[in-house]
């Protein structure tokens, strides 16, 4: 009971003090391990959301906290007219993984997507001498809040209030190759999509389509973006979900697991464009790359080598397809699709999941949507098949529940 009033008044103090930008769920989350979340209360939760696809490494990975209680005692920050060996470090490693040429380190996805477009802006600019070029992005893709990236986000209920760059935006649709083609102009400098989409529902480009577009970039020399934000860093298999069928961009934009906690971003360049791109001057960031981030990603992107993480995540993705299509089959009335690639999977209902999101939260197992009808699955990387059985056991007695 005194232990309610302490969540619950920490909650309304919440509502009282914090811009109302999201309907919060009613937990205070305290700390985690591994594949577990705790509340205030010691509550567990298995996680099956890790923070939007941050955790990729779990919570409390081996040597994180470490690593960065090390720098902490050194440096946090220096200004990037400095250079400090973390983001040396992290660059260098970056690239190895990448197979891409120079990188750009940010704050959050919002602004490695702003750089990204900067990048092609200029490159395009440097050919032309003109500033009015612009952009082909897909319908339901979401590339962040800022106005920038809001602009390509392929959300109307998203950009509605804002005044977003709609003139210099061009929609087209996901695996529809006639569909971007036919939204070219003279004006167009690059194309740009999420290789499986996140917050949009989980539609993965496929192999015909990402070689058509890559096709028609090179033809009409345009650059080609990926936004790797949600589906990078083994998320699906692969480090970057492009790998699977090697499709490079151009430019690629790179966050959420890339710190696994700690907010960094990153957009990342090949050499052919970045000769031809960005120069001093055109882009700059206060805290983007200083040394705690980087010291984040040069520890994460070492656990993702040692623990092999993509390796992992195709061996114990099948599985949760597997056990997740069982569960279709069972509430086939009401789950008409299964979507994703790797450990990012959606189901599709035909009513909104919030009323089963609140049940698992209740049984100690978190999961999000992703629109009002789709469950999604994007738990740390680390997960294993014991977990998955865990997770769909809760799931199924939620799913009995709610939808009878
Ligand atoms: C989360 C996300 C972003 C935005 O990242 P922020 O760090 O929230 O700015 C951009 N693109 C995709 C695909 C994302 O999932």
Known sequence: MAENTKMQSLID???????????????????????YLYDVNGKKYLDFVSGIGVFGLGYNPEGYNDALKAQIDKILHTSNYYYNEP?????????????????????????????????AQKAAYNKDGKNDHEIIAMEHSF??????????????????????????????TLNDFESVKSQVT??????????????GGLTTATEEFLKAVRALCDEKGL??????????????????????????????????????????????LTEELA?????????????????????????????????KIPEHVQAVGPYLWKKLDELMAKYSAHIFEHRGRGLMQGLVFDQPVAPIIKKAMDKGLILINAGANILRFLPPLILEEAHVDEMCGILDECLKEVLG
């Not at 660059?91 to 750089?115: P, Q, W, Y």
């Open 275 to 307: 000769k031809v791109s960005l120069c001093p001057g055109d882009h700059g960031t206060t805290y983007g790359g200083n040394p705690f981030a980087a010291a984040a990603v040069v520890k994460v992107l070492e656990l993702f080598e040692k623990k």
């Open 13 to 35: 103090q919440a509502e009282q003090d914090l811009l109302h930008t999201y309907n919060r769920y009613p937990i205070v989350l305290d700390h985690g391990d591994g594949m």
């Open 223 to 268: 650059c080609l973006i990926f936004d790797e934000v949600q589906c990078g860093m083994g998320r699906t298999g692969y480090m970057f979900a492009w790998q699977k069928f090697g499709v490079k961009p151009d430019v690629m934009a790179c966050a959420k697991t890339l710190g696994c906690g700690v907010p960094v971003g990153a957009f990342l």
């Open 87 to 119: 983001a040396i470090k992290a660059a260098h490693l970056l690239k190895k993984v990448s197979g891409m040429d120079r990188v750009f380190f940010t704050n959050s996805g919002a602004e490695a997507i702003e750089g990204a477009i900067k990048a």
């Open 143 to 172: 590339h962040g809040r800022t106005i920038g990236a809001l602009s390509v986000t392929g959300n109307a209920h998203y950009r509605e209030a804002f005044a977003t760059i709609d003139d210099k935006v061009r929609f087209a």
């Open 186 to 199: 003279d004006k167009t400098c690059a194309i740009l999509l999420e290789v499986v989409q996140g917050e």
